[in-house]
Structure formats: C-alpha cells, structure tokens
C-alpha cells in the first residue's frame, strides 16, 4: 500500500548518539518510500522564524510600485519580484506572488557559461520601507544552508554511505534559493463558484538535491502524490519544517531516493491567504550528472518498494535525464526559463524559442491522441476526455 499520511522526523535524536540509529532507520524509511516528510527540532530559533514570517508578510504589503523595482525580468538571474500570475508550471498560470532570493555572488564575468547568470546579486526592497528584510532573509539563508548540507550527510549515512558522499556536488561558496511565497484565496481571485479550484503551484518536483518548506500560515492545501497517484495532504504543524526530495537527488542515487511530485491549491473563498518560505538547497551549477556509489542492498529496497506498489504513478515527468544536459546548471537554466516566461524572453531568447516549440510538439501529440479516441469510439458512446473525465459522443 502507497503512503497515505507525511512522517515526522525529530532532528535532535540525530545528534544523540543512543539514538542516531533509530533515526537513520526511520529516515531511510522516508527516503525510500514517501520522499517526503517533516522535521521538527531543527536548532533554527524560534525568533528567528517569526520574524522571517513578520517580514515575509509585510514585503506584500509594500506598494506596487515598491514591490516592482525589484520585478524578476529586471535581471537574468531569476532573483526578484514576480507579480500574481506571472509564473507557469506544466502550462498552467500559477496564482501566487512570491519573491525569489538566494546566496548572494557577484555578477559573472561575460566569459562563464550561460548557466552563471544564476549566481548574482539579491535584489532587495527598499531598506526605508522594511529595514529588517534583508538582514533577516541573510540570516535565515546562512543558517538554513547549513542545515541543508548537514540534512544531506544524514541522508548519505541513512543509504549506508559515507556522510562525505554528496560533498563533491557543493561549490565552496554554495548558492542556496528561497522564495517567499502568497497563495491569494479564491475570493480575492475572484473565483466565486461554490466548486471553485485553483492551481496555487501546479503538480512538480523540485530541481535541487533537498527542500525545506516553512509553512507560514494556518493554511492546508500542500500535498504529495504518492505511488499510487493520490494527492496526500501535508498539513502546516508548527515547530516543524517540510522536507522534499528534489530531482538532483533522484538522479545523482540512480532514482534510490524518489523526488516525490507535489502541489499547492489556493486557499478557499474567505481563508485569506496562504503565505510560505521554502528554501532549496543549492548543487553546483557545474556539477555533471555522475552518481553516488549507492550500496547494492539499498538499492535492492527502493526497488523492493517499487514492486510492492506496483510501479509508480507520477503527474510530472523527469527532467534531469541522464544525457539530455552536460551540466545541472543547463538543465536548471531551462527548468527556470520555463516558469517565468517574462525573464525568459527578455534575457534567453533563443531558449524560450525551443521551449515553445516542446511544447508546441506535446500540444500537436495529446491533441492527435484525443482525434485517434474520437475516431475509436462510435457515435453514443461514452470516451475519456483530455482532462480524465467521461464526456458523451455526440
């Protein structure tokens, strides 16, 4: 049976030596058969916490104009300010506004790769209207970068390797990313129909090894998709934050540790919104797509799993295949100029001109597969429609 609820792990039974592991064993557990869950006891202060929720919240209630000198297409670093609907994930908009920040570095040298336009300067608001932003937001992505690297040595011991296995994929001065993140409700949308629902953030995985999402409201609508196809709620639980597997990941263990597909519906008519911070923890933009010395019985347990349930049922395709990309960095290039259209037709032109023609490609193929089923089915009967519902031949 595929999981039907997110496990809770506790950080601190990870520094107990008594303890450790107990921990490894339930992480493993995780990694191989959710690729999802919570941790609670994170050393990430209390304070702290409040206050990059306090100031996250109050960046959205600068003005408008406020908010767009620091818009996304302003730069080609994908770092900045996006406005609601200005982000597409599997061709649909993404009702959310967000903010995007990361470790900052300097601006490339015109000779790096393409790639190094993702390594630059923050764009920050205006410190006169929130003068606690940016050292809060610089505080938060120092400490949760450390988090993040030594999250990933546990999962290295939890695979029975060395917890110095993923050390060669981090660059010295590692770039992490975060967003700051507003669901608006259906209300304030103007989605007034008693079954109104909309994609906050549409099904996806993440690019990066590991994520950690804060959910900084009282809010449900995060959920996972397990193997089966079944969309799992991941309720907010305070102290705690959530753990996604992300494709890096899944690519560099040969697919031992899954990068579960996830998902965001907007917050109902009169909830208020729905505000979030999750960080991705950074790979080497010139990392290659080499793979960890996964030990041969780990590997024998994810496949275990995959036989129990039957294979896997997943909404989203893999786009860290191996041979398609020299780099992470050119797959993760394209991965973002394929969520913000606005940077990249600004700035990557001949990028977004094959993007459009893929999906140009996929269009013309699922449009073919539904005049084939037309064509199979006799006038009367009933047929599967584009969007998995039954609909009459006419």
């Known amino acids: 049976m595929s999981f039907t609820a997110i496990p809770v792990l506790d950080l601190s039974l990870a520094r107990e030596p008594g303890m450790k592991a107990q921990f490894l064993d339930d992480l493993r557990n995780a990694l191989l058969e959710v690729g999802f869950l919570y941790i609670k006891s994170t050393g990430i202060s209390p304070k702290l916490i ?41 061709f649909k908009v993404d009702w959310r506004e967000q903010i ?34 940016r050292p809060t937001y610089e505080q938060y992505i120092h400490e949760m970068g450390a988090l993040s690297i030594s999250f990933t040595a546990l999962i290295a011991e939890a695979l029975d390797m060395p917890p110095t296995a993923f050390d060669r994929f981090f660059d010295l001065d590692q770039q992490h990313k975060l967003k700051i993140v507003k669901y608006p409700d259906l209300a304030e949308l103007g989605m007034n129909e008693p079954d109104a629902e909309s994609q906050g953030v549409g099904p996806h995985k993440d690019s990066m090894l590991t994520s950690y999402l804060l959910q900084a ?12 196809g079944e969309w ?6 305070p102290g705690t934050l959530v753990v996604a597997i992300g ?45 960890v010395d996964v030990p041969q019985h780990i590997k024998q347990l994810r496949q275990d799993v995959l036989d129990r349930h039957s294979g896997r049922k997943d909404d989203v395709e893999f786009t860290f ?26 700035w990557y032109p001949d990028i977004w001109a ?27 009967s009933a047929f599967p429609s584009h969007e998995g519902q039954t609909v009459q031949a006419q």
């Open 247 to 291: 494709q890096g990941l899944e690519a560099i263990t040969q697919g031992v540790c899954a990068s579960t597909t996830h998902r965001v519906l907007s917050p109902g008519k009169g909830e208020g919104a729905r505000f979030s911070v999750p960080f991705f923890q950074g790979v080497s933009y010139d990392a290659t797509f080499e793979s």
């Open 217 to 228: 409201s009282h809010h449900r609508g995060l959920q996972a998709q397990n193997t089966a």
């Open 354 to 380: 094959r993007i459009r023609e893929e999906q140009a490609d996929v269009e013309g193929s699922d449009r073919k597969k539904r005049e084939d089923t037309v064509r199979k089915v006799s006038p009367g």
């Open 50 to 90: 409040e206050d990059v929720i306090s100031e996250g919240r109050a960046f959205f209630d600068l003005p408008e104009a406020k908010k767009l000198e620091v818009q996304m297409k302003n730069a080609p670093s994908f770092l900045g300010y996006n406005k609601l609907g200005n982000e597409i994930t599997r």
């Open 321 to 346: 295949s191996k041979g398609r990309w020299t780099h992470h960095g050119e797959a993760t290039l394209w991965n973002r100029c394929k969520s913000h259209m606005g940077v990249a037709e600004r």
């Open 232 to 237: 799992i709620d991941c309720p907010p639980i």
């Open 100 to 133: 995007d920040l990361s470790t900052p570095h300097a601006i490339p040298p015109d000779t790096a790769p393409l790639y190094h336009n993702l390594l630059a300067p923050n764009q920050w608001p205006d410190a006169s209207y929130l003068p606690a932003f």
